[in-house]
Structure formats: structure tokens, C-alpha cells
T-cell receptor, first 110, second 110 residues
Framework: RKEVEQDPGPFNVPEGATVAFNCTYS??????FFWYRQDCRKEPKLLMS???SGNEDGRFTAQLNRASQYISLLIRDSKLSDSATYLC???????????FGKGTSLLVTP | SQTIHQWPATLVQPVGSPLSLECTVE??????LYWYRQAAGRGLQLLFY??????ISSEVPQNLSASRPQDRQFILSSKKLLLSDSGFYLC?????????FGSGTRLTVV
């Protein structure tokens, strides 16, 4: 079983739509969770951390369900500039390294 | 400010040639440093990480090696490149939350 699994998409949504991405992870001892954004042919950049209580940053909401080992990212009022690949990230066994999902591709259309 | 530098941005190398990619960080001391590879259509794969000078941990046995000759310098090397070494190589360092990535080196082995 892969350590971090995501639906690869692509998700094609119109501007203004709400879209949700899901992610599952296999290591029940994981303590750190993140969502990264990667634009085409660029390096990944941290979008937001995911906290147990859930957290929101503007149009973005991240939630964590430890019992189900499940992480989600909700994007409201999608903008064209939200088009990118969204990577789910979880810390690994070593405690130092992070494990990345393959990413979910989002395309927001006019 | 804390920054991470990675070069070159792109590289085309013949099979069997050597490789040396360099990554340096500024504005911090004793960072944890990482090398990841992202092959076409695949997720980020951790190759090496280092918690200090001369300390290298390898996550995946392969044709590559890493060295950390100075606190803020991390080098990825190969004596003889294979076609399968093609990919997007990313250096990263740990911050309080998540990683910050360098801009990456896109390597094509021909």
C-alpha cells in the first residue's frame, strides 16, 4: 500500500465552483500533514499545514481525520489561478522526511 | 532571509557521463537537507537526506550518491548516468512547518 494516496484527477471545474480533494495515508503514527501546490514545471510550494482541529486560510480549508487516516482540502470560489497540481504530504517513519502523494490536478476554466 | 539556491536549472547529459548538482542554503544554520526526484508522471521520491555535515541517509538504493561537505551545502552526484536518471531534481530544507524547495534541476539523460 502506498504511503500517501490521492485521486490524480484531473478535476475540471468552472470559475466560482467549490472543489474538494481527498487523501489517505498509511502510517498511523504520522504527526505532520500538509498540502502543497505545484505549478507546471515548477517546484512545490507549501499551501497550508493541516491541523487536527481543521484550519482555514481564505478560500482554502483543510481537515484531518486521524481515525480514518484521511486528509481533505476544500477550495471555495475557484479562480483561474488555482489551476495547479495539489500534493498531499505526510511525515514518514524517520520523522525527518516527508512523503508526497502523486498529486491531484486541478484545471479551473472560464 | 532564508533562501535556498539550486543549479543548474536544466541539464542535458549523455548516458554514462558524471553528474554533480549543487544546493546551498542561506540564512540558517544546521538545516536538515533533502534531495527529491520527480520523474515524469510520478510523485516526488525521496533520494537522500542529511541532518548535518557528513551525515547522509539514503532512502532508495540507486545510481546516485550525496555529500554534505559544508553545513549549508548539499551535493547530488553520479559517476555514470543512466537513462532512468532523467527527472526533476529538487533540493529542500526543513523549516518549522514543512519544506522549502529550491527551484529544481530538470535533467534529461540522452
Amino acid at each position: 500500500r502506498k504511503e500517501v494516496e490521492q485521486d490524480p484527477g484531473p478535476f475540471n471545474v468552472p470559475e466560482g465552483a467549490t472543489v474538494a480533494f481527498n487523501c489517505t495515508y498509511s502510517n498511523s503514527a504520522s504527526q505532520s500533514f500538509f498540502w502543497y501546490r505545484q505549478d507546471c514545471r515548477k517546484e512545490p510550494k507549501l499551501l497550508m499545514s493541516v491541523y487536527s482541529s481543521g484550519n482555514e486560510d481564505g478560500r482554502f480549508t483543510a481537515q484531518l481525520n486521524r481515525a480514518s487516516q484521511y486528509i481533505s482540502l476544500l477550495i471555495r470560489d475557484s479562480k483561474l489561478s488555482d489551476s495547479a497540481t495539489y500534493l498531499c504530504v505526510v511525515n514518514g517513519d524517520s520523522g525527518y522526511a516527508l512523503n508526497f502523494g502523486k498529486g491531484t490536478s486541478l484545471l479551473v476554466t472560464p | 532571509s532564508q533562501t535556498i539556491h539550486q543549479w543548474p536549472a536544466t541539464l542535458v547529459q549523455p548516458v554514462g557521463s558524471p553528474l554533480s548538482l549543487e544546493c546551498t542554503v542561506e540564512g540558517t544554520s544546521n538545516p536538515n537537507l533533502y534531495w527529491y526526484r520527480q520523474a515524469a508522471g510520478r510523485g516526488l521520491q525521496l533520494l537522500f537526506y542529511s541532518v548535518g555535515i557528513g551525515q547522509i541517509s539514503s532512502e532508495v538504493p540507486q545510481n546516485l550518491s550525496a555529500s554534505r561537505p559544508q553545513d549549508r551545502q548539499f551535493i547530488l552526484s553520479s559517476k555514470k548516468l543512466l537513462l532512468s536518471d532523467s527527472g526533476f531534481y529538487l533540493c529542500a530544507w526543513s523549516v518549522r512547518e514543512g519544506y522549502t524547495f529550491g527551484s529544481g534541476t530538470r535533467l534529461t539523460v540522452v
